[in-house]
Nanobody, 117 residues
Framework: QVQLVESGGGLVQPGGSLRLSCAAS????????MDWYRQAPGKQRELVAR???????DYADSVKGRFTISRDNTKNTVYLQMNSLKPEDTAVYYC???????????WGQGTLVTVSS
């Protein structure tokens, strides 16, 4: 069982930056692919960024060049650095973990990011 706790959300002006963190409990963090999803009001949850167990990264087209996902396996933590934020980035951001050995999924409870002037 893994528990995921997100932090770092808040209110930021357009063009600003935020860094989200997701801390995972338990062991074997290194065998989890880690994702950030987001869900805006009235919209479906969408994948924002992924970092695999080999540190390969993928991004949604809408955030490429602005967001960076990274992980620190010594701290059981994944990060999402968000720069040049736009109002359309406003959403609840969720951390997701996928165990590549047991094929189990885990979700955090989400952190709200609001981009507004």
């Amino acid at each position: 069982q893994v528990q995921l706790v997100e932090s770092g959300g808040g209110l930021v002006q357009p063009g600003g930056s935020l860094r989200l963190s997701c801390a995972a409990s338990g062991s074997n963090f290194h065998i989890y692919n880690m994702d950030w999803y987001r869900q805006a009001p009235g919209k479906q949850r969408e994948l924002v960024a992924r970092i695999t167990i080999t540190a390969r990264t993928d991004y949604a087209d809408s955030v490429k060049g602005r967001f960076t996902i990274s992980r620190d396996n010594t701290k059981n933590t994944v990060y999402l650095q968000m720069n040049s934020l736009k109002p359309e980035d406003t959403a609840v951001y969720y951390c997701h973990a996928f165990n590549v050995v047991t094929i189990q999924n885990y979700w955090g409870q989400g952190t709200l990011v609001t981009v507004s002037s």
